[in-house]
């Protein structure tokens, strides 16, 4: 029996507001200009932190060799004595460990849209190496000023060579660069920012990207930020993660994240502060108070407000937002099946309001046209599939309209880019809970939404 795994990427658009916890459904736009070189000492996308997707080396063509490399890129470094380590894509040589998406500790795409680099941290080690953890230290481009709101927020996959999982990986914001030092309890204390849920939460997934965020209010002067566990050992929880079999990853004793697309940007919690922090306090009157040009003007302020994407994250409120997520699933093939069989086994699998494919999704898709190709005579329907919140959202969201239609053209465009000849037929559905995909359970509801943001084959 000839078995073909194709796993596809999970991935979580999880961001916070500042003191209710919220899932968010779309993506951040703060993303790192990409570049060799050192990073603009200016925040002109929004992020207040250099370097925050870990493109940019300090020195043009010094990469790092080997793991432990953070001090390469340009405004991230490791204060404690364990290095974090840097992975960068145009690292070839495998021996390094530091490869992109496989290195020696799992595989892992970067984030989608933010660049093709990350950094990584052993968030959680037991036994008698328990203080050697790591932590990320970046600088910010210019000083917090006191008072004001922060959006913060980053992404962390957990490697698939680890042994454990867990909770606790927090953000810290300092006034003076954390100097380097052997110290390994220099960074013990409280997180300004964690997840919403971090008390029961563990982050499990090996497969894609957690989003972490929290809403921070400046002291003043803040410059530095250092993302890690800064709890102890005993008020940190933990669980045991068992690799997939088919994963090639070197075991770690600990519990090991990969970092990824780290933003710091001002927070307006209302357009009344928004208006404020550009100096615009004489619009904020009702409007038969104001000239024409000033209701002009101030409805021009709002659209900008309106577009700038809020500072959500997870929690408990889970049927207030949504979290975007791109379901996993292993496909088994096996060599007695037959090829409608094997191809209606397939499926691709979208993140919340999402038609573009990815590697893992062109993967299946290959598999798909190879059937096809060597089955001229077959007749293929290619079925997209929305969920009920992209269904709810699809008239007042651009983004979610016609979804499933969009997802099974992508698929069906992408089949006859590989050159099959075969008839097909897009068809789309829209919604389908009953679906085989689906558990039905209602403490599954996150899972059952991405299960069906899908195009599913069906031959005639």
């Not at 194709?6 to 899932?23: D, F, H, K, Q, Y």
């Not at 660049?115 to 959680?124: K, L, R, S």
């Not at 085989?436 to 899972?447: H, L, N, Y």
Request: proline share 3%; with cysteine.
């Amino acid at each position: 029996m000839k078995s073909i795994n194709l796993n596809s990427t999970l991935t979580w658009g999880i961001s916070s507001v500042a003191l209710v916890g919220l899932v968010s459904f779309s993506n951040p736009v703060f993303g790192q200009k990409k570049k060799d070189n050192k990073s603009e000492e200016t925040n002109t996308d929004g992020n207040f932190v250099r370097n925050g997707s870990f493109e940019n080396l300090k020195s043009p063509g010094k990469k790092p060799k080997k793991l432990g490399g953070i001090d390469y890129i340009d405004g991230w470094y490791s204060a404690t004595g364990v290095k974090a380590d840097a992975y960068r894509s145009d690292v070839t040589d495998i021996e390094t460990g530091i490869t992109v998406p496989q290195s020696k500790y799992g595989k892992e795409e970067p984030t989608p849209t933010y660049g093709d680099n990350y950094a990584g941290i052993h968030v959680y080690v037991t036994g008698k190496k328990q203080n050697e953890r790591s932590y990320l230290t970046g600088e910010l481009n210019t000083k917090l000023t006191k008072k004001k709101l922060y959006c913060v927020e980053y992404y962390v996959s957990l490697a698939e060579g680890s042994k454990y999982a867990t909770n606790n990986i927090g953000a810290k914001f300092d006034m003076k660069r954390p100097e380097e030092s052997k110290d390994k309890n220099l960074f013990k204390g409280v997180a300004d920012i964690l997840h919403p849920d971090n008390e029961t939460k563990v982050f499990n997934s090996a497969n894609g990207w957690h989003k972490i965020c929290g809403t921070y209010e400046a002291k003043g002067g803040e410059q530095y930020i250092s993302l890690g566990n800064f709890a102890s050992n005993n008020k940190t929880k933990n669980e045991a993660f068992k690799k997939s079999k088919n994963a090639k990853a070197t075991a770690l004793q600990s519990a090991y994240y990969f970092i990824d697309n780290v933003v710091v940007r001002e927070y307006f919690p209302t357009f009344e502060a928004y208006l404020l922090a550009n100096n615009l306090s004489n619009l904020m009157k009702n409007d038969e108070d104001l000239s024409e040009d000033e209701i002009v003007e101030k409805n021009e302020f709002e659209k900008k407000y309106v577009a700038i994407e809020p500072c959500k994250c997870g929690g408990k409120d889970m049927d207030k937002g949504y979290s975007d997520l791109t379901f996993q699933k292993e496909f088994i093939i096996e060599e007695k099946m037959t090829p409608k069989q094997k191809i209606e086994t397939y499926a691709v699998f979208f993140g919340a309001g999402k038609s573009d494919l990815t590697t893992e999704a062109n993967n299946t898709i290959d598999e798909v046209a190879r059937i096809l190709k060597a089955n001229s005579g077959l007749t293929i329907i290619v079925v997209g599939h929305a969920d009920t919140m992209e269904t709810n959202l699809s008239e007042i969201t651009p983004a979610f309209k016609e979804i499933d239609k969009k997802r099974a053209t992508s698929v069906a465009d992408q089949l006859k880019k590989l050159g099959v000849t075969n008839a097909i037929t897009v068809d789309f559905k829209g919604i389908k809970e009953e679906s085989d995909f689906v558990s039905g359970d209602a403490e599954e509801k996150e899972i059952d939404w991405a299960k069906n943001r899908r195009v599913q084959f069906i031959i005639k």
